[in-house]
C-alpha cells in the first residue's frame, strides 16, 4: 500500500501506482432545511476530494454532523451529491454496483429477529438469487466461520449477544463478496470491551478478505488499528481537514496498541480533532 496514492484532489494529478479505486473530486452536499423556511438550506459536505488505490482500508473520523454518514450514502449511490464526481473504478456509484454490490454494516445490526443467524447472513444471496441454494448455504457457513460463529446458526438474533449480532452483520456483509464495504460506526452500539475485541475481529477478518472499506468511527484507536489511511473531516460544512497515512506494517495484531508509533497516530488525531494540548 502505497500512501503517497492518497488524497490525491483528482485522478488527472495520479502519476504513481497502483491506480485510484475510488475518487472523490470536490463532492459537496447541501440538504434543504425546512425548518429554516424554504430558502433554509444544510451544507453538509463542501468539497471532498480523495483518492485511494484498491483494498485500502479507509476511516473517516470527525465530530458528530461533520457529513460522516452523509459521505458514505453519496458513495453508496444511496444519495447524490450537489456537486463532484465520484468514480469506483471508473465508473459511478451506480453502475459499479449493478454488478458488485455495495456491502454495508450499520451501528445496529440490523437483523430479522425472526430469522435464524444462518438465514440472516444467507438472505443477500437468496435475494440476489446467487447460485444454488447449497452453494447460499455453503457460502453463508463459511461467513460464519470466519466471524467465529460456527454453532450458533440456528440461533436467532435475540439469543445472540450484542457482539455476536454485530459479527453475524458483517457475515452478511461478506457473504456476496463485496470488493466495496460500507461500515458506519458498526461497532458504535457496543461496550469498549466489546467494541475492542471487535476491532482486532476486524483485523483478522480483512486480512483474510481484502476489500475497499471506508470505515466511519468516534474511536481514534479504532481508526489507527485498522486503517491505511484517515480521513479527517472538520464540521459545518464537512471538509477535509487532512489525510494521514497510517504506516504500521501488516499483519497487525493488537499488541500494535502499545507501540509508541501507534500512540503517536491516536496523539496526532486527538490534536487535529479537539485542539492541540487536548
Ligand atoms: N436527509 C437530510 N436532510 C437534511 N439534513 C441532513 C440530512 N442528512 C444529514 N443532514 C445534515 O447533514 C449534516 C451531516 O449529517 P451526517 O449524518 O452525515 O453527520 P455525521 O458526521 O454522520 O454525524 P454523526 O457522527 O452524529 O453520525 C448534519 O448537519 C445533518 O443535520
Ligand atoms: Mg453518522
Known sequence: MKPMDAHLPSPSAHTGSPRPFITLSGISKTFPDSSKGSDGAVEALRSISFSFPRNSFISIVGHSGCGKSTLLRIVSGLETASFGLIEIDGMSPTEFSKDRPFGFVFQDAALLPWKTTLENVRLPLDILNIETPAIRDRRAREMLELVHLNGFEDRYPAHLS?????????????????????????????????????????????????????????????????????????????????????????????????????????????????????
Request: with cysteine; hydrophobic share 45%; aromatic share 8%.
Open 162 to 278: 450484542g457482539g455476536m449480532r454485530q459479527r453475524a452483520s458483517i457475515a452478511r456483509s461478506l457473504c456476496y463478496r463485496p470488493d466495496v464495504l460500507l461500515m458506519d460506526e458498526p461497532f458504535g452500539a457496543l461496550d469498549d470491551f466489546t467494541r475492542r475485541e471487535m476491532g482486532d475481529e476486524l483485523l483478522r477478518i480483512y486480512a483474510q478478505r481484502q476489500a475497499t472499506v471506508l470505515f466511519v468511527t468516534h474511536s481514534l484507536s479504532e481508526a489507527v488499528l485498522l486503517s491505511d489511511f484517515v480521513v479527517v473531516l472538520l464540521p459545518r460544512p464537512g471538509r477535509v481537514e487532512k489525510i494521514i497515512p497510517i504506516e504500521l506494517e501488516r499483519p497487525r495484531g493488537s499488541a500494535v496498541r502499545s507501540s509508541s508509533k501507534f500512540r503517536a497516530y491516536v496523539a496526532e488525531l486527538e490534536a487535529l480533532i479537539f485542539g492541540e494540548g487536548s
